[in-house]
């Protein structure tokens, strides 16, 4: 399946505004989508998302029709084994650098003989517990994988990840790479900018998407404008710093 097709299949159209889930909550998660969330990354790297909680947190999200993909801390076996068993759309990987990397995340995703995905059908949530019996045939063209890009080394083989067959996107992450590069995400904006252009211009030159991480200060909606196919739009830690520091402002100033 194309990449704008799973990812439209999942969001119900392009560009996607996602939201990220890091508190490891199944409420949390079940109202965003209430809030009209079609799409969220569920945070187990930088977020307190545990194994344990994959399969609550991306039940509470289809309850409201939404779909879940997570970040897993690293491109290992038992933790994408888990997430995928859980109902995952799709894995988020972090810290992808050269081609030979991506093809070993792209692997962990899909089963023989395309990876090397256990399989255990009948007793998983993300095949019914053995119900849909279709699930292992169209896994495999389903599947949906992310790569982040978000070191300059990353950047530098980023035509070259794109390239990497079961690639769907490359994802922008600034943080990690303004640091890798010694940048300000504030002050060295513009140089975000720059880089997130290239990173665009590696993907759709392969035919796959584009995901980003807004900066300090990004346009949300001209991230999109440059072709961004699916941007983080909220995240639940932050609506509750946010929300908190709102009304004790909105109180001592009452």
């Known amino acids: 399946?194309?990449?704008?097709d799973k990812l439209k299949r999942l969001s119900g159209g392009l560009p996607v505004g996602c939201v990220w889930?890091?508190?490891?909550?199944?409420?949390?998660?079940?109202?965003?989508?209430?809030?009209?969330?079609?799409?969220?990354?569920?945070?187990?790297e930088h977020g307190v998302?545990?194994?344990?909680?994959?399969?609550?947190?991306?039940?509470?999200?289809?309850l409201t029709g939404a779909a879940g993909i997570v970040r897993v801390p690293e491109a290992s076996?038992?933790?994408?084994?888990?997430?995928?068993?859980?109902?995952?759309?799709?894995?988020?990987?972090?810290?992808?650098?050269?081609?030979?990397?991506?093809?070993?995340?792209?692997?962990?995703?899909?089963f023989p003989p395309l990876g090397v995905r256990g399989s255990a059908l009948g007793a998983v949530r993300a095949a019914g517990f053995g119900t849909d019996a279709g699930y292992g045939?169209?896994?495999?063209?389903?599947?949906?994988?992310?790569?982040?890009?978000?070191?300059?080394?990353?950047?530098?083989?980023?035509?070259?990840?794109?390239?990497?067959?079961?690639?769907?996107?490359?994802?922008?992450?600034?943080?990690?790479?303004?640091?890798?590069?010694?940048?300000?995400?504030?002050?060295?904006?513009?140089?975000?900018?720059?880089?997130?252009?290239?990173i665009v211009e590696a993907a759709h030159a392969a035919g796959k998407l584009v995901g980003v991480f807004p900066w300090p200060g990004a346009d949300l909606a001209a991230l999109a404008r440059q072709d961004a196919d699916m941007v983080a739009v909220a995240a639940d830690v932050r609506a509750v710093v946010d929300g908190v520091a709102a009304g004790l402002a909105a109180?001592?100033?009452?």
């Open 137 to 198: 045939r169209r896994w495999n063209d389903e599947a949906f994988a992310a790569v982040q890009i978000e070191s300059q080394r990353g950047l530098s083989s980023a035509a070259q990840i794109a390239a990497v067959p079961g690639v769907d996107m490359l994802f922008f992450g600034p943080f990690d790479y303004a640091t890798d590069a010694g940048l300000d995400p504030v002050a060295d904006a513009q140089v975000l900018e720059a880089v997130f252009a290239e």
């Open 21 to 44: 889930l890091g508190l490891g909550s199944a409420m949390a998660a079940e109202a965003a989508g209430v809030a009209g969330a079609r799409l969220a990354v569920v945070d187990a």
């Open 251 to 254: 109180f001592a100033g009452a």
């Open 1 to 4: 399946m194309d990449p704008a």
């Open 77 to 110: 076996s038992g933790v994408v084994k888990r997430a995928l068993d859980s109902g995952a759309a799709g894995i988020l990987f972090p810290q992808i650098e050269s081609a030979e990397a991506a093809r070993a995340a792209v692997a962990l995703t899909l």
């Open 49 to 62: 998302v545990d194994p344990g909680d994959f399969p609550a947190i991306l039940r509470a999200l289809a």
